[in-house]
């Protein structure tokens, strides 16, 4: 295994120091437990946002943190859960009068362990809502799910929600937004290579040079299947046709259209699958509004990317489009 | 190969488009020949600032076109120089009255087709001055260079040079800037794996798989020497000595620290590394007050990254700081 680490047991706890000794201007480390915060802390009357999940993920969930967007973000060990004793925290220190929205991707241990902080939270006197993600189309249940898996769409929910909460919506309406956002935002993923868990020390999965695995999730567990190697257009079809379908998009519709890469892919491969998304969209008469690729819901090093479409109205469009103040996304 | 492209001889121009297609507002892209604009054109009087060079390194040079940055860039086909009548119409079309400043990274290529370029553009009427990256303080010469590489430092050189221009320097002053950049600002790399150019197939070197490639460049081309497996706090130490040697840094300076990855590697690596890079500096009373931590200057998927030490003064702090709006960097 080479990786830029030291202990494998202390990546997380060195890769979140280093995050907050980088950004002082954004973000608050907390140790201890962990979890991070605005530098500027709460907004008096402002509803608190808060998400969390495995690390391996990287911007998510930190990286959103900040004005605009999140309020707290709790990263768990790789590809493990946040406990119930980080979350608590990080609940209560995102209250500031209004209450708190949970966003909880829907994998079984976030979503045990946030409930159990949300009574935790309650018990304190914070009223907790939660939404939770879960946007990828390619499963049913997977082997840390019941029910779709919660991938790239995270973003759009978290940035949406942020936004709603900073003009000043009360919790009943951000979390109906976040909502909306969860009912019309569909992923799909593919990977091109495994990742390694660093305390593991080997691949998830083993995939060989001549196969891709089509819906993947963002832990290497299992897709639909795999394909030989294909062309960059081919496989983007292969990702976008299985959204539009479960979305019912139609002619005339407007979206959002975001490809992420897991991690290892270069930028110049996310355009090249960007490039393609646009033109079957196009072909189906879906106008594009408003774009987003890069990095954003990672797999560790793996090789792979994902094609999300949200489906935009006005409202929507003017809370993707409102000033957000983050280490990952900033406008 | 396992890649998301479909033929290799047209990721350049397939990914290009697809960037000018998710970016309308802040790049346009023009065909035949290749190379990318602001969105909003030419500001009357203003400096132009074309960079360029091979592809491969995004989001360098195209990345970092717009408001408070670059004019123009022009990317060659993967990790090979522009043509010089490529360059030549991004110059005349950053010209706005008060000349161009070209940012070229030294390798032999880019240094004679830009310098071809400037001759055309001038016969055509511009003023072009020339400032020349090296700031790899790895080797003296390597494959494509005489002298040393131009690396990760020449994202604060465009960044600096950009806000002289933005705020109406004259073209002595911003070249006279850009040089300040290159005369106070270092890297060094490394490699734990290789990278594939599309057109070749195969990784441009063999690295075993416990050996890492100290004073690696941004082509795979060699560095230093290999060492074996060791962790991020040793590895980190072995890029930042040279860089903090080569600058004679002294106690009570302040700097600029960037952690560039090289495109394969995680974020949170990158952020263990910058943990690290800081601790070191705080030891030689070294005060970095400002960082950046991310995919700036990459090779493909190259797994790595690189340490870049700029010394910083009030007006570099100053330039560093002023308003951004490119696609890869913004505040």
Redesign the interface.
């Known amino acids: 295994m080479?990786?830029?680490?030291?202990d494998p047991h202390d990546?997380?706890a060195?890769?979140?120091?280093?995050?907050g000794?980088?950004?002082p201007d954004v973000v608050r480390v907390h140790t201890d437990p962990l979890y991070v915060t605005r530098a500027g802390g709460t907004v008096p009357g402002k509803v608190g946002l808060v998400s969390g999940g495995g690390?391996?993920h990287?911007?998510l969930h930190a990286?959103f943190v900040g004005v605009g967007m999140l309020d707290a973000a709790v990263p768990g060990a790789v590809f493990t859960s946040p406990t119930p004793d980080q979350i608590a925290p990080a609940i209560a220190a995102s209250d500031a009068g209004a209450g708190v929205l949970t966003i909880v991707k829907n994998y079984t241990g976030d979503v045990l362990n946030f409930e159990t902080a949300a009574e935790l939270a309650e018990a304190d006197g914070t009223t907790v809502r939660q939404v939770l993600v879960n946007d990828d189309v390619a499963v049913e249940d997977s082997t840390w799910t019941a029910g779709r898996r919660g991938v790239a769409g995270t973003v759009a929910v978290e940035k949406i929600a942020g936004a709603a909460a900073e003009r000043g919506d009360d919790l009943d309406a951000v979390a109906a937004v976040a909502q909306r956002v969860v009912d019309n935002v569909r992923t799909m993923g593919l990977a091109?290579?495994a990742c390694t868990v660093p305390h593991v020390g080997r691949p998830g999965f083993d995939l060989p040079?001549d196969e891709?695995e089509i819906g993947i999730g963002i832990h290497g567990e299992p897709g639909r299947h795999r394909v030989g190697?294909e062309?960059?257009?081919a496989?983007t079809e292969k990702l976008l046709g299985p959204v539009v379908e479960d979305l019912g998009l139609t002619g005339g519709e407007r979206v959002l259209l975001l490809v992420n890469g897991m991690?290892?892919?270069?930028?110049?491969?996310?355009?090249?699958?960007?490039?393609r998304a646009?033109a079957l969209l196009s072909e189906r008469r879906v106008e594009v509004t408003r774009?987003?690729?890069g990095?954003y819901v990672?797999s560790?090093?793996m090789?792979g990317?994902s094609v999300t479409v949200l489906r935009l109205d006005d409202e929507l469009t003017v809370l993707w489009d409102a000033p957000v103040h983050t280490t990952a996304l900033?406008?």
């Open positions: 080479k990786k830029l680490i030291n990546v997380v060195e890769s979140v120091e280093g995050f000794l980088a950004h690390s391996g990287e911007p990286g091109l290579t040079d891709i190697l062309s960059a257009d496989l991690g290892g892919t270069p930028a110049s491969e996310l355009y090249v699958v960007y490039r646009r774009s987003l690729v990095n990672t560790l090093e090789q990317a900033r406008w």
